[in-house]
């Protein structure tokens, strides 16, 4: 499944019914907070209960909000008029970039 499709797919599942465009940013945002704050906190306990050890069903759990975290950001970037797969294409290649001109642990988001 490519970015597109799958903002695609997610956006069918979303009901913004009747919100306006900046509700619908706003409420996507802090989705997307909220879920990788979900994200971080099962990491966490994974490294508090067990040392990093990860069993298949904390893996599972880590899988699910991932997938979470996914759904916001391809809402965030819905509302922004954004394609997923640009975005994706577009960082990439920012990351290739900067590992080709031997900047990639730099800082600064213009490098
Ligand atoms: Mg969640």
Redesign the pocket.
Known sequence: MDFNEYQKLASATADFTGRSPEYKIMYSCMGLA??TG?VIEKVKKVMRNNNGAMSEAEREAIK??IG?VLWYLSQVARFCDIAFDDAAKANVEKLADRRARGVIRSEGDKR
């Open positions: 909220g879920e979900e699910q909000e979470d």
